[in-house]
T-cell receptor
Framework: NAGVTQTPKFRILKIGQSMTLQCTQDMNHNYMYWYRQDPGMGLKLIYYSVGAGITDKGEVPNGYNVSRSTTEDFPLRLELAAPSQTSVYFC????????FGAGTRLSVL | RKEVEQDPGPFNVPEGATVAFNCTYS??????FFWYRQDCRKEPKLLMS???SGNEDGRFTAQLNRASQYISLLIRDSKLSDSATYLCVVNIESRRYGGATNKLIFGTGTLLAVQP
């Protein structure tokens, strides 16, 4: 049982590049979430999904897009990377408490 | 006002000490409450849920006061391995898509450093 798996673990992007952060879970959870965490700050919700085909904006959605075509996968897309998107990104799935992936450390230079 | 507020610390305590963390939340519609632990450069992990009746798990005791919108975590006989950031989390339920959806709101966390 792998839990929540995120890839890649680290990435450096140039301004304006695009990338997709992958997230997959094998616990058959309906709820999945993307958060970002800046140094010394709490987690801020970017997008969430309550099930396949349903997504909704969180607190800080600008500059990001998501899709949820299957229960297992919830990728996060950055279309035009900006330095303000330098952060640690966590994906989570939920069943009465959230289970987090190990995170993706992204730097935009 | 932040939805979830915590003292950022750091709390520097000697081994064996008892330490208490406090948290307040602003949304009275908050449904459920949790404490998470986050080690440096790691993902948050669920430590315990918090109930109005109070709950205990070994050296850890959590309390909820709904009237005051206040949550606490007490750690007794602290160990070096307890050093981490403790995140207060509230779950806000809303009605959408014909059912309920849940969103967790995280506090910024309180850093605990247990000294030998």
């Amino acid at each position: 049982n792998a839990g929540v798996t995120q890839t890649p673990k680290f990435r450096i992007l140039k301004i304006g590049q695009s990338m997709t952060l992958q997230c997959t879970q094998d616990m058959n959870h309906n709820y999945m979430y993307w958060y970002r965490q800046d140094p010394g700050m709490g987690l801020k919700l970017i997008y969430y999904s309550v099930g396949a085909g349903i997504t909704d904006k969180g607190e800080v959605p600008n500059g990001y897009n998501v899709s949820r075509s299957t229960t297992e996968d919830f990728p996060l897309r950055l279309e035009l990377a900006a330095p303000s998107q330098t952060s640690v990104y966590f994906c989570a799935s939920s069943y009465g408490g959230e289970y987090f992936g190990a995170g993706t450390r992204l730097s935009v230079l | 006002r932040k939805e979830v507020e915590q003292d950022p610390g750091p709390f520097n305590v000697p081994e064996g000490a008892t330490v208490a963390f406090n948290c307040t939340y602003s949304n009275s519609a908050s449904q459920s409450f949790f404490w998470y632990r986050q080690d440096c450069r790691k993902e948050p992990k669920l430590l315990m849920s918090v109930y109005s009746s109070g709950n205990e798990d070994g050296r850890f005791t959590a309390q909820l006061n709904r009237a005051s919108q206040y949550i606490s975590l007490l750690i007794r006989d602290s160990k070096l391995s307890d050093s981490a950031t403790y995140l207060c989390v509230v779950n806000i339920e809303s009605r959408r898509y014909g059912g309920a959806t849940n969103k967790l709101i995280f506090g910024t966390g309180t850093l605990l450093a247990v000294q030998p």
